[in-house]
């Protein structure tokens, strides 16, 4: 049980009362106390109480006039009643007008626990049942407000809220979650998506408004739970047009019927040319479009959903989307149009980058492999580095980087390599003299050919020759 009151004249009897309900095995909250009849009945009227521990004989109002006064009250609690042995014909009497137990004086504790547990179980029982009716009220309220029902359906769930239903003229307001408490009285029913529908008494909504955040529809008044439905169209209507305009907006509101003017495939293919921001200018200028209630919302919502799947079947690929699509796939997850746009741009820019990033290494890849085709076919003329880099057009420190990270080795090396393959072949297969196979094989000066053939090799040209004669292709040196 949440609160207890206890309501005793004698201090010594309130306090003790007090500290055996706070020692007892049942769970309890605040524990209230009053001196009589009168400030008891002031502390139910101004909060809910679950028990009630009472007295009969108190100054001002007794026991008896205070648990006849429940049933005036909105959260009516239980009644434990605690008397003297005279008082017992009153204590039955009090049962009967709807006291759950009496205790008694002098209380015994283990008495007292029992009651105790008796009143917890048949409190958890009530606070059940009260759940379960709550549940079936908001179902009932939720289905009325999301759904078009046919006559029978429909009757049968007005029956069930009925008596709870406001009774009077009300107006809804569609918005988001709101953060405090709203005012009593206000009921709250989850729509489609995040948007919330806040149905208050026409003449309790100036109280509620300052609540709720933008966007923000309201709709026309209407009356009784039969008008649910017309009240969360048109709230939420409102807060769509809302969404785009970032004030609040009443309902109903009429959707524009004009096709965006702009197309998913055609703002996917502007990224792909890093022209995110000319995609993001588009897709602000169908924004202001709803915004003026030309386009429909709900076919601006379609776009760019179609956008960002447009993206991730056209670059998933070659671009990092981990979680990108699905946070960007529905407008109505943000909490306005604005930040919607300005979240997506800044994506867009990163994905511009990364796929200027992309394709500028597609490019960077193809030219040294247009180098190397170029090296492999002059590499027997002198050539350099400074000279293959400008026949692909590219600078010559990123060509030095790129062209080993593509190769494995350096220019230097590769050039090496290809020209003593090239000098094993020539010894092998002619009898030219080893000067000119040097020079044919791309080598400017005969000392330098054969210090880095014996220095790779490790054998001189002419002992590779004899040793190419006598093995055949297993000469030494051919597997370098």
Known sequence: MNTILIAEDEKFIRRGLKTMIERSPVPTGEILEARDGEEALELLRARPV????????????????????????????????????????????????????????????ERLYQALEKLEERYRKEQTAREEQERQFYHALRQLMLESLRDEERQKLLEKVRERFFAGPYVGFCSGTVEQPVPEGVLCLRGAGTAVLYAVREEYMEQLLPLLPCPLGRSAVHQGAEGLYDCYQEARSAWERSFFTGTLCVGPVRP?????????????????????????????????????????????????????????????????????????????????????????????????????????????????????????????????????SNHVSMNYSLFSLLFKQYTGSNFVSYMQKLRLDEAKRLLKTTDWLVNEIGRRAGFADEKRFLKVFKASVGLSPTEYRKSALLLGEDAPGDES
């Open 50 to 109: 679950d028990l009630l521990v009472t007295d009969i004989r108190m100054p001002r109002m007794d026991g008896i006039e205070l648990v006849s006064q429940l049933g005036n009250l909105d959260h009516q609690p239980m009644v434990l009643v605690v008397s003297g042995y005279d008082d017992f014909s009153y204590a039955v009497e009090m049962l009967r007008s709807g006291a759950q137990d009496y205790l008694l004086k002098p209380v015994e504790r």
């Open 256 to 388: 524009g019927n004009r096709a965006p003017a702009a197309d998913a495939r055609q703002l996917a293919g502007l990224v792909g040319l890093s022209r995110g921001q000319e995609a993001s200018r588009l897709l602000a200028a169908e924004a202001g479009s709803a915004a003026r209630g030309e386009t429909a919302p709900d076919a601006f919502a379609r776009l760019c959903a179609d956008f960002v799947r447009q993206l991730h079947a056209s670059y998933r690929n070659i671009l990092a989307m981990d979680g990108e699509v699905e946070r960007f796939a529905d407008i109505w997850d943000f909490p306005s149009c604005a930040r919607y746009l300005e979240e997506l741009g800044q994506w867009l820019d990163l994905l511009c980058g990364q796929a200027a990033q992309e394709f500028s290494d597609y490019e960077n890849k193809q030219k040294i492999r247009q180098a190397v085709q170029y090296i492999q076919q002059n590499f027997r003329q002198p050539l350099n580095m400074a000279q293959v």
